[in-house]
C-alpha cells in the first residue's frame, strides 16, 4: 500500500471513528449500561428559568429538546431548585400544588412519553419544616425527632435543615422513604445540592447521606442517576466516587450579580480550566466529573463571546463532562444551536475519556487524550487575552513520525503533519482536532 493510499484509508477510518462505532444489533439487545455508562445529556432548568418553574414551562422544554436535541443524545429533562415548597406528612418533600397542580409524577410521565428522562432537586439532611412538625418516618414508629441532630447542619446551604443522625433507629428508613417516593415519581436523575465536606455556605458533612441515598436508590430498583453539588471536596472524592455518578468540582458557573449575563469567562468559566486536571484521573464510567452547565444557547444572554463559548462546549468534551444546557430551551438561539449539535465534538464528550493539558506554565495551552483507537482528541487553548499561537508537539503526545489530523468542530481533513500541530487562535479561541499516527 503506497502512501497516498494509506492516507486515504486512514481518512476513511477517521470519519467513521468520529461517528462512533456502531455495535452488532445483538449486541445492543444483551448489554444493559450501567447508570451514566457514559456523561450524561440533557438541560437543567436553574441557569435560564431560576424559580420561575410550573408544570408548562418544564413540559415545554422537554417538547423542544424531544423535537431538537434528542436526536444528538440529549435526553435528560432537569428541575432544579424551585419545585417544592412544603414536606408532606413524612416529612419529605413535597410539590408546590400552584406550579404543578398534577404532581411531580404527571410531568415525569410527560417527559418519559416523549422517550426522555426526567431529573429533579434536592438538599441532604432533615427539612427544617419537617423538623418542626416532628413528622413521622413512613413505615416505622420513630419520627423525625428520633433521627435529627438540629445543633448540626443538614447541608452547606445553611437552610434550617438539621442533621440526620445514621446511627439511630429510623434514620435509613427516612431516606429509604424518599428515595422510594422519587422512584414511585419516575424521577431518572437527582441533583443533590450543598453536599459537603465543600463548598456553600456553613460546614457540613454529607458523606454518611450520600452512601445511605445510594443504597436506597438502588433499594428502589430504579437505575438513578445520582450527581453531587457543588464544590466536592477533593480530599474525598474516592467517597464521592464509590457512592455517586458525578460530582461538581467548582461553585455554579453562573455569576449572578457578578457580571452582566449568565456566566462570565474570566469570573467563573477560566478558573475550571485551572481546577480540573487534578480530577481528571477519577473520572470514568458511572462516575464524571461535572463543570456545571453549559451557558450555551442563550444568544447575547450568556454573557460570552461566539469564541468562548466554542471553548467552553471544547472543553466540557474533552473532559467528558455532563452535557447540561442551561438554557431555555423555547427560545434556543439558532446561532449556538451548531455548538451544542456538533456530532463529532458529542462523540468526544460521550467517548468517556477525559483530557489532561500537556502543560499549565502558559495561557496558550495543549490538552490531550487517548481516542482508544491508537490515535489522540486534542484541543488547543489560548487563554490569553491576545491572539497566539498555540501549538501541539508530536512528542509530547508520544507520536513518532507524521500523523492524519482532522478538525472535529469543522468536520474537515486538514492533511498530514509532521512532529506538530498549530494554530493562531484569537482570545479565549480553541480547536479540537483528531490525531492519527501512522
Known amino acids: 500500500m503506497n502512501r497516498v493510499t494509506k492516507v486515504r484509508v486512514l481518512a476513511a477510518v477517521m470519519a467513521v471513528l468520529a461517528g462512533g462505532v456502531v455495535a452488532a444489533p445483538e449486541a445492543v439487545a444483551a448489554y444493559r449500561p450501567p447508570v451514566a455508562a457514559t ?17 408548562q414551562a418544564i413540559e415545554a422544554q422537554a417538547k423542544v429538546m424531544h423535537d431538537s436535541l434528542a436526536r444528538y443524545g440529549y435526553d435528560y429533562v432537569n428541575i432544579d431548585a424551585g419545585w417544592s415548597d412544603h414536606v408532606d406528612e413524612y416529612g419529605r418533600n413535597a410539590a408546590n400544588a400552584t406550579r404543578f397542580p398534577n404532581g411531580i ?48 447542619p443538614g447541608n452547606t446551604a445553611d437552610d434550617g435543615s438539621a442533621r440526620i443522625d445514621f446511627s439511630k433507629p429510623g434514620a435509613d428508613a427516612y431516606v429509604r422513604s424518599q428515595a422510594d417516593l422519587l422512584a414511585s415519581w419516575g424521577v431518572d436523575y437527582i441533583k443533590m445540592d450543598f453536599v459537603g465536606p465543600g463548598g456553600g455556605n456553613v460546614v457540613a458533612d454529607n458523606r454518611p447521606d450520600v452512601q445511605h441515598w445510594q443504597a436506597a436508590l ?11 453539588s457543588n464544590s466536592l471536596s477533593f480530599a474525598d472524592v474516592d467517597t464521592w466516587q464509590r457512592y455517586s455518578n458525578g460530582w461538581r468540582i467548582e461553585g455554579d458557573i453562573e455569576c449572578y450579580s457578578h457580571c452582566v449575563g449568565l456566566t462570565n469567562w474570566d469570573v467563573r468559566v477560566k478558573q475550571r480550566f485551572t481546577d480540573v486536571p487534578k480530577w481528571v484521573p477519577h473520572a470514568g464510567p458511572g462516575h464524571w466529573n461535572d463543570l456545571d452547565s453549559v451557558e450555551v444557547g442563550n444568544g447575547a444572554s450568556d454573557g460570552l463571546s461566539a469564541d468562548e463559548k466554542q471553548s467552553v462546549v471544547t472543553l466540557w468534551s474533552i473532559e467528558a463532562a455532563p452535557l447540561l444546557l ?96 498549530s494554530a493562531t487562535l484569537a482570545p479565549h479561541a480553541s480547536r479540537l482536532v483528531k490525531v492519527v499516527p501512522f
Open 39 to 55: 456523561p450524561p445529556m440533557g438541560s437543567s432548568s436553574w441557569s435560564s428559568l431560576r424559580t420561575a418553574i410550573n408544570e
Open 105 to 152: 409524577a404527571a410531568v415525569a410521565k410527560y417527559v418519559h412519553g416523549l422517550g426522555l428522562k426526567f431529573g429533579i432537586y434536592l438538599v441532604p439532611g432533615v427539612p427544617e419544616a419537617a423538623v418542626a412538625a416532628n413528622s413521622a418516618i413512613k413505615g416505622t414508629p420513630y419520627h423525625v425527632g428520633d433521627i435529627a441532630d438540629p445543633s448540626v
Open 218 to 228: 438502588r433499594a428502589t430498583g430504579r437505575p438513578v442517576h445520582l450527581e453531587l
Open 326 to 421: 442551561g438554557t431555555d430551551l423555547t427560545k434556543l438561539d439558532p446561532a449556538d444551536l451548531p455548538l451544542i449539535t456538533n456530532r463529532e465534538v458529542i462523540a468526544v464528550d460521550q467517548a468517556g475519556r477525559p483530557a489532561h493539558p500537556v502543560s499549565q506554565a502558559t495561557p496558550q495551552q495543549t490538552w490531550v487524550s487517548s481516542d482508544g483507537h491508537g490515535g489522540y482528541t486534542v484541543a488547543l487553548f489560548n487563554l490569553g487575552s491576545t491572539s497566539a499561537t498555540v501549538t501541539a508537539n508530536w512528542s509530547d503526545l508520544g507520536v513518532r513520525g507524521p500523523a492524519l489530523v482532522r478538525d472535529l468542530w469543522a468536520h474537515r481533513d486538514l492533511g498530514v503533519a509532521r512532529g506538530s500541530f
